[in-house]
T-cell receptor
Framework: DAKTTQPNSMESNEEEPVHLPCNHSTISGTDYIHWYRQLPSQGPEYVIH???SNVNNRMASLAIAEDRKSSTLILHRATLRDAAVYYC????????????FGEGTQLTVNP | GAGVSQSPRYKVAKRGQDVALRCDPI?????LFWYQQALGQGPEFLTY????????KSGLPSDRFFAERPEGSVSTLKIQRTQQEDSAVYLC????????????FGQGTRLTVV
């Protein structure tokens, strides 16, 4: 299964932007990058996904490097509710629709 | 509610007991997945259904684990002769179809084997 690498933990202050990095050096041309997050005692929740271009939605932005070997999830103004484990997932043809979660990044948001 | 529903939320089983975990996906969702999440770890894939067909069961850890989705909607994950290492949260997810569609997860069933 395709492997991504993320920092184990990050910390942010409320109302400040947060940039969560992800490396996916083995990505192939047809692989997408998906981000999910998991709040305490909840199932994972979809955040965003993209292929090559930067993507924006109501929750976050996804910036994908030109060589596609890394990406950054951007939360524009962190709130306490954004404290969660964030997972970056490389999803391609060989994986079908199955999601391969790593250990993710535990985001702490300080008031 | 319109989300993925799992029951029970919590299950305590004695070692050797059989358990059945239920998942009600979002209506109309073709794809259904089961994941296992150990404490402090990310979810790990168990099995995948497209409608009633089980297309991938490569993640099932042993032949004690069995999943079904006979009518292409509700799914059941059954674990026979439970062992302590089966203790985990079991997550169900559904999506509209294959490929890059958003997966919706339930809250999971926390199984504790004593």
């Amino acid at each position: 299964d395709a492997k991504t690498t993320q920092p184990n933990s990050m910390e942010s202050n409320e109302e400040e932007p947060v940039h969560l990095p992800c490396n996916h050096s083995t990505i192939s041309g047809t692989d997408y990058i998906h981000w999910y997050r998991q709040l305490p005692s909840q199932g994972p929740e979809y955040v965003i996904h993209g292929l090559t271009s930067n993507v924006n939605n109501r929750m976050a932005s996804l910036a994908i490097a030109e060589d596609r070997k890394s990406s950054t999830l951007i939360l524009h103004r962190a709130t306490l509710r954004d404290a969660a484990v964030y997972y970056c997932i490389q999803l391609g043809e060989t994986s079908g629709s199955r999601l391969t979660f790593g250990e993710g990044t535990q985001l702490t948001v300080n008031p | 509610g319109a989300g993925v529903s799992q029951s029970p939320r919590y299950k305590v089983a004695k070692r050797g007991q059989d358990v059945a975990l239920r998942c009600d996906p979002i209506s109309g969702h073709v794809s259904l997945f089961w994941y296992q999440q150990a404490l402090g770890q990310g979810p790990e894939f168990l099995t995948y259904f497209q409608n009633e067909a089980q297309l991938d069961k490569s993640g099932l850890p042993s032949d004690r684990f069995f999943a079904e989705r006979p009518e292409g909607s509700v799914s059941t994950l059954k674990i026979q002769r439970t062992q302590q290492e089966d203790s985990a949260v079991y997550l169900c997810a559904s999506s509209l179809g294959r490929g890059h569609t958003e997966a919706f997860f339930g809250q999971g069933t926390r199984l504790t084997v004593v």
